[in-house]
Every structure is written in structure tokens, then in C-alpha cells.
């Protein structure tokens, strides 16, 4: 009942930067968490940043002090801004809604993910 589209994606030379959006649609429940994680060949999904419909944010060590994570929740949609780019960033990234919802009368936990977009860093 929720779809993420994720755009800016693309080819950056180390050093650079970028800025992804995730445009959430559907039936999006006011309290939320957004978030981007990011998975490498041969490697597991791992988080990258969260931020709650609140503001309050988290990241991964990995980003500290490189990325922000922001979102507009007029527009719901999160951005994550990506500096200082590292070939190490390289990694398709996602974006994730979670949401506790109200349906059918039963409240429950939902999770979502966009489709992704590939961040290549390389000279």
C-alpha cells in the first residue's frame, strides 16, 4: 500500500558528491521512519541513515560526517545527502518506510523498499 521511488543515482569520481531522493507514495501513516541502507556485490544490505517523521536521525559509522539525511514530510520524501564520496560507497542504494498501521482495525508493523539506485564512486 506504500511505494518508494529512489532517484539521483549515478557516476561520481572520488571525492564527490551526490543527493539521492525517495518519494514515498500510497497510504503513508503520519508517525514513520525513513531510511536508506545499501548493499554491494556479494555483500548484505547495511544501513546507512534513518530519520523519523520527528527529525531524529541515525547513521552508520561508515557515513558520520559524509552524509546527511533530511526529509520533507509535506512532500513525503526523504533525501540523503552524500560528500566526500569513497569508492568504498559504491552500492546500490534503498530506501525504507517503516510505519505501524491501522487496517481492517488491527494495528501492525509495515515495511517497505524501493526498487534502488545505483551510486558508482570511481576516477
Known amino acids: 500500500q506504500v511505494q518508494l521511488v529512489e532517484s539521483g543515482g549515478g557516476l561520481v569520481q572520488p571525492g564527490g558528491s551526490l543527493r539521492l531522493s525517495c518519494a514515498a507514495s500510497?497510504?503513508?501513516?503520519?508517525?514513520?521512519?525513513m531510511g536508506w541502507y545499501r548493499q554491494a556485490p556479494g555483500k548484505e544490505r547495511d544501513l546507512v541513515a534513518t530519520?523519523?517523521?520527528?527529525?531524529?536521525?541515525t547513521y552508520a559509522d561508515s557515513v558520520k560526517g559524509r552524509f546527511t539525511i533530511s526529509r520533507d514530510n509535506a512532500k513525503n520524501t526523504a533525501y540523503l545527502q552524500m560528500n566526500s564520496l569513497k569508492p568504498e560507497d559504491t552500492a546500490s542504494y534503498y530506501c525504507?518506510?517503516?510505519?505501524?498501521?491501522?487496517?481492517?482495525?488491527?494495528?501492525?508493523?509495515?515495511?517497505?523498499w524501493g526498487q534502488g539506485t545505483q551510486v558508482t564512486v570511481s576516477s
Open positions: 525504507n518506510l517503516v510505519q505501524v498501521a491501522r487496517r481492517d482495525g488491527v494495528w501492525r508493523s509495515e515495511n517497505y
Open positions: 500510497g497510504s503513508i501513516f503520519s508517525m514513520n521512519t
Open positions: 530519520i523519523t517523521s520527528g527529525g531524529s536521525t
